[in-house]
Structures are given as C-alpha cells and as structure tokens.
C-alpha cells in the first residue's frame, strides 16, 4: 500500500483515526496502530510481514540480553547477533543476486542467481533496529521491556517503507505517553497533503519529461536533453522522496510522534558537504553516528572510515555498481572539501560555489539514474556532444515547453519561499487568521487536485522503495 492511493486516503487512513481517536488508552491506542502498520505492510506481500516480526523478536531479545548483562561479553553477544541477523538478512535479500553475479563475472563459474524478491522497506527498519540496539548498549536509551511497544516502533507504517529513518530516542517518550492535540493534527494535516501534492502533482510528472529524456537512446540525445533530463531527474527524487518524508513526518504528527525532519531544502546548498546535510538527513546522521567513528584496527582512521561511509551510503541504496560509483563520487568531493577547510571554503565567492555545488549535484544524479554502466558513459559523452549528439533538437524545444510551468513551480518550490512568505504573514497584524484560513483553502483545493489526478493513475511507486 502507498500513501498517493485512493483507497490509503479515503478508506485505511480515515479508518485507522477514527478508532485511534476513540479510544482513550494508550494501550489500546498502540494496539490500533500495531494491527494498521502490520496490514499497512501486508497489503501488497503478506509474506514479508513474518520476516519483519522475526526480526522484531529476535532484536527485542538481544535488547533484553544487553540489559541484563551489561557490562560482559553477554552483552557483547547480543550486540553481535543483531548485527549478525539484522545484516545477515540485509544481506541475503537485497544483495545475493548482485554478488552471484560478480562472482560469474570474473571466475570461471555460474552460479544460478536466487533471484530473491526485496522485502519492501528492509533497509529502513534493519537501519531502525540497529540504531536502536546500538544506542540501548550505548546506555543512550533505555531498553524497552513491553515486545508490543518495541514491535510498534518498528512497524509504525507512517515511516515504515521508506524512512525517514527514526531512532527509537526520538520517540521513546511518546511510545508511551502522547496527544495529539488539536494543533498538531492541523499541521499534520497540511504536512501530509504537502507530500502528497510533491508525489502527485510534481514527480509525477517530473517522471515524463525524465522518461522522455534519459529513457530513450542516449547517443542521439542533444546536449540540451542531457542536461535537461538530468537536472529534472534531480528534482523528481527529491519532490518523490521529501514528499514521502513530508507525508510521514505528518502522519507521525497526527498520531501524536515528533519524527525528526530528513530535508532541508539540499539544493540551497553552498558545497557538498551541505548538500548532504540537508539530503536524507537520517540516513547521512546514521552513517556519521554509527560508522565514521568507529575504531578501525584498533584505532580511529579518518579518511578510511570517510571512504566506509560513502561505500556504504552508495550500497545502502542499491545492489548496483551505479550506486556505489555514486556514494563514493560524492565521498570524494566531501574529502576535497575537508582538505581545503571552511573558512577556505567560505572565502570564495558564493555564485561560484552555487555554481559548483549545482553541478557536482546534477551530475551525481546522472550516475545514480543509469544501473547500465555502458548507458551512464554515454550519458556522460552526451552531456558534451562526444556522442556525435546535437546541442539542441525540436523534439527537446516540444517537452520544454509542454513542461514549462511545472519545471518553473518544481525550481521555485524547490527553495524556502512558502515558508519565508507565511512567516512574513503570520508577523503581519491578523497574520495567523489569514494563514490559517489560507491554509484551509490550499489543503482542500490541493487535496481534491491530487484525488482527480489519481482516479486513472493506478501506478504510484515511491522511488525509495526500491532501497
């Protein structure tokens, strides 16, 4: 089940408030949640839901096991065996296929691929329950001693297919005391129909000027097409996966949770480095917490564990080498930026730096576009004619202009401006009665724009889902 589905927005959600809202114990509560996450998941591969509660149960024990021994080579066990299965799982599911067939590729072997299907979400909460484990034998959070609680932390289905991803501190309080006030379903509300109209209205069609583009033959592609297919391709990513991000985080607000924010406007950004401290906040604060200081050898190693954490980020996303080449493309821009140091970095002039950072950007988005390594190289040809290619053909002139406006709304929207307006608005006189009869309005007109685009659109995959 996806959240841009009609029968998610007028049946399962408005179902699943009613009961939570009517019930007044928390426990009862909890239970509703438990019952729509674990449907949530089961809808579209019943199957994968006994692989999510086997991991829940198996991670809840190693939780208890720390507690109970800490301090001894116990706790060390639990710790160990979660990593072991959590990985392990990871492992199987979502990389055997790509190992086999390295392995085909340069021994004189062939082995059958397993052809294993992904469990959907199995990086999101694998990444959830390590978190978890890790910071309960860090002693920075308490371990939780109730299986359903723990059980509803990794299901919760408002984040549970494509993150963000929530460490368990961040709501450990709420799991068991939370409200929701009148406030915070207001907001949720809007965050949630702000996702949705990303989805819907911009990648969605972002994804038929990208396919229109990138998805046909790249050695006849003008140079214009190149860049314009990528640069859109950048912007259908982050309106399909900060809108998911919008939606969670608003779902999490109405059901009482505070889900800490995974965007921040990245393409603002001066550098690389501050891209990526707006991108997919969750996971580059996974990696930076869990990874980069960790001892290597016996002792902390800079620019190795840099190197570590790009690998990972490029493999956490995919079982391809597109996806690695692209973590440690950007590995390599944030080790430059290291080097030359911040106050360097601050001396030069900013339209430069936009410039540079922009390009870098686009271009990362180009390799993380092409799984066909043989395709991304022609990509890279085009973007400079090397392909014999044009630099600009009529076909490319009819998409622009067809996809003017939502190219011009997707750049513009893609900045703080919506919130720098309504700041300036609520600090006016009658500002917050204008704002939030505004607020209404837009939520209804963009609620109601969405439902009439989905009625003849079957087919709404979120582009994380695949991670």
């Known amino acids: 089940m996806v959240f841009s589905d009609l029968f998610f927005l007028y049946a399962f959600l408005p179902l699943c408030m009613l009961l939570y809202f009517i019930s007044k114990n928390i426990k009862w509560k909890n239970a509703i949640l438990i019952v729509f996450s674990l449907l949530f998941y089961a809808w579209g591969e019943p199957l994968w839901i006994i692989l999510l509660i086997d991991s829940t149960v198996i991670n809840y024990c190693c939780g208890l096991v720390i507690e109970n021994y800490r301090g001894t080579k116990l706790a060390k066990a639990g710790v160990a065996v979660s990593l072991l299965v959590s990985l392990g799982l990871l492992a199987v599911f979502k990389y055997s296929d790509f190992v086999v067939e390295n ?10 691929a397993p052809n294993i299907t992904l469990p959907i979400g199995i990086s999101f909460y694998t990444f959830q329950i390590l978190s978890y484990i890790l910071d309960a034998y860090w002693g920075k959070v308490k371990v939780q001693h109730d299986p359903m609680k723990f059980l509803m932390f990794v299901s919760l289905f408002p984040q549970l297919v494509a993150g963000p991803i929530v460490r368990y501190g961040v709501i450990e309080k709420e799991i068991d005391d939370r409200h929701s006030s009148a406030a915070d379903i207001s907001e949720g509300i809007t965050r949630f129909i702000i996702g949705l109209g990303k989805k819907v209205i911009i990648a969605n069609n972002l994804f038929t000027v990208v396919e229109a583009t990138l998805g046909g033959n790249m050695e006849t592609l003008s140079v214009f097409g190149c860049w314009y297919g990528v640069i ?13 991000s919008d939606m ?6 109405i059901f009482g949770f505070h889900f800490n924010e995974n965007f921040n406007y990245p393409f603002i950004c001066k550098n690389i480095t501050e891209f990526w401290q707006r991108w997919h906040i969750s996971l580059g604060s996974f990696f930076r917490d869990y990874l980069l200081y960790v001892p290597i050898f016996g002792k902390r190693r800079q620019y190795l564990s840099l190197f570590l954490v790009w690998f990972c980020t490029g493999l956490w996303h995919g079982a391809s080498w597109n996806y690695i080449i692209w973590g440690l493309y950007f590995g ?8 030359i ?3 360097r970095l601050r001396k030069i002039p900013l339209v430069i730096t936009h410039i540079y950072s922009k390009i870098v950007i686009v271009l990362g988005f180009g390799i993380f576009y092409f799984e066909d390594l043989g395709r991304l190289g022609q990509f890279f040809a085009g973007l400079v004619g090397a392909n014999g290619n044009a630099l600009y053909d009529i076909s490319l002139q009819t998409t622009f202009m067809n996809y003017v406006f939502l190219f011009g709304a997707a750049v513009i929207l893609s900045m703080p401006l919506i919130p720098t307006v309504r700041k300036w608005v609520m600090s006016k006189a009658a500002g917050a009665a204008v704002t939030g009869t505004a607020q209404i309005v837009c939520n209804v007109v963009l609620l109601a724009v969405c439902s009439i685009m989905l009625v003849n659109n079957t087919n709404n995959p979120f582009l994380y889902f695949i991670f």
């Open 248 to 253: 969670a985080i608003g779902l999490g607000r």
């Open 341 to 343: 140091g911040n106050k």
């Open 232 to 244: 859109c391709y950048a912007m259908q990513v982050y309106f399909d996966f900060s809108g998911y």
């Open 332 to 339: 390599v821009f944030i080790f430059i930026e290291r080097k």
């Open 103 to 112: 392995l085909n590729a340069i021994l004189p072997i062939d082995i059958p």
